[in-house]
């Protein structure tokens, strides 16, 4: 909505449409001032990255290990296979 020339009330801080409004924005920038800049916190937390990094490697070298004792380059079911196979084996020793 526009202000006429009239109405106008300009200030350090801009035009406004009367001393309320010029008050209420004075107070608002004060109080934002006054909170200081917050730290935004990352999405993903960069210890969660580093974590995910090292599960990602160690899952890597155990694809590259079970390639290497089979021989061949096994699809997800044969993974799949070896480790429920390993899991009964250590459930029988256990």
Request: hydrophobic share 45%; charged share 25%; proline share 4%.
């Amino acid at each position: 909505m526009p202000i006429c020339n009239d109405c106008k009330m300009v200030s350090e801080i801009g035009v406004v449409c009367s001393q309320a409004c010029l008050d209420a924005i004075k107070a608002f920038q004060e109080r934002v001032k006054d909170d200081g800049p917050s730290a935004k916190r990352p999405l993903i937390r960069r210890e969660t990255i580093k974590k995910l990094v090292v599960v990602v490697v160690l899952l890597g070298i155990a694809y590259a290990i079970l390639c290497y004792r089979s021989g061949e380059i096994l699809s997800p079911s044969d993974v799949l296979d070896q480790l429920t196979s390993w899991a009964g084996l250590f459930r029988a020793i256990f």
